[in-house]
Nanobody
Framework: QVQLVESGGGLVQAGGSLRLSCAAS????????MGWFRQAPGKEREFVAA????????YIADSGKGRFTISRDNAKNTVYLQMNSLKTEDTAVYYC???????????????????WGQGTQVTVSS
């Protein structure tokens, strides 16, 4: 079992930055792929970023390339999402998710992840 708790969301003006954190518990953290997804009201859950177990490989959605960075500190069992140059369209609830490295399914799909945090609200004002 993996338990995930997100934090760091809030209200920012367009062009500003936020750093989201996801604290994980569980003995197999280093063997998990971690992802960030977001969901705006009335819309489907959308892939944002993912990172390999070691942190050596990252994946960023086209919408976040050049602006978002995902990282992990396995010693602290924590994953981060640094968001810069925020836009109003980034407004959503952001969720941290985890799946085994050898699990099945696309890392870009929320359906492939087994564990989820409660979400943290990010609101970007114009």
């Amino acid at each position: 079992q993996v338990q995930l708790v997100e934090s760091g969301g809030g209200l920012v003006q367009a062009g500003g930055s936020l750093r989201l954190s996801c604290a994980a518990s569980g003995r197999t953290f280093r063997s998990t792929i971690m992802g960030w997804f977001r969901q705006a009201p009335g819309k489907e859950r959308e892939f944002v970023a993912a990172i390999s177990g070691s942190g050596g490989t990252t994946y960023i959605a086209d919408s976040g390339k050049g602006r978002f960075t995902i990282s992990r500190d396995n010693a602290k069992n924590t994953v981060y999402l640094q968001m810069n140059s925020l836009k109003t369209e980034d407004t959503a609830v952001y969720y941290c998710a985890a799946r085994p490295i050898l699990g099945s399914g696309s890392i870009y799909s929320f359906k492939a992840y087994d564990y989820w945090g409660q979400g943290t609200q990010v609101t970007v004002s114009s």
